[in-house]
């Protein structure tokens, strides 16, 4: 139940930061920060919603392809999330001789999506590949690297951003065990709540930019 309450909260603070980012356009790169911020949000809902209801149903062979499906796509709109990200970065910081490393992170969506895609995940089934897991997030991983190097380096030039690169890597710091770790303790998977509330703070940093 705690969960439950847990992911409510996150879902509605995620959409109403992405609303507020999207109608005050005018604060900074406030469009795309929004579309960012929705996209998170939106993706995660479609795992955290069947999750929801397995939590007050118990249905979980009934919800099981809802939960594997919605896993699969909010994995696919995380990796869309941190191209949005690594894009505000470059727009607001506007660095130079930036396009290899662009292309890189681009590159990386690409190979994480077609992972993603891929049916060796088995999305659905209750024990999924623990191998797929670990592969499809090392892209990830790489792609959070790259845009936690790229606020690093900028932190110190709009204020309220500066610590969106410890945002990011606290996310990976509390998703990381889930990944290699929940299958055999499924404790391991209440790091997730930690995560989420890291993603919120990095979004609230972007209200005032």
């Not at 479609?46 to 007050?56: D, E, G, Q, S, Y």
Request: proline share 5%; glycine share 8%; hydrophobic share 55%.
């Amino acid at each position: 139940m705690i969960e439950a309450v847990f992911d409510i909260c996150y879902l509605v603070s995620g959409i109403v930061t992405g609303l507020v980012l999207l109608l005050s356009p005018s604060v900074g790169a406030g469009i795309l920060a929004g579309v960012m911020a929705l996209v998170l949000i939106a993706g995660d809902a479609f795992h955290l919603v069947p999750r929801m209801i397995l939590i007050f149903t118990g249905k979980e062979e009934k919800l099981r392809p809802a939960l594997g499906r919605g896993k699969q796509i909010t994995s696919i709109t995380m990796t869309f999330f941190y191209i949005l990200l690594w894009q505000l970065g470059v727009v607001i910081f506007a660095p130079s001789d930036i396009l290899v490393w662009s292309c890189i992170v681009y590159a990386l969506a690409l190979i994480r999506v077609i992972l993603c895609l891929h049916p060796g995940n088995r999305w659905t089934e209750r024990y999924p590949p623990v191998g797929w897991g670990i592969a499809r997030n090392i892209p990830l991983l790489f792609q959070g690297a790259c845009a936690a190097a790229l606020y690093f380096v900028w932190r110190y030039k709009v204020h309220s951003l500066r610590f969106v690169w410890l945002a990011v890597i606290l996310s990976f710091v509390f998703y990381l065990p889930v990944v290699l770790r929940s299958h055999k303790n499924r404790k391991v998977g209440m790091l997730m709540l930690p995560k989420s509330a890291a993603y919120i703070w990095l979004l609230t940093m972007f209200l005032s930019a």
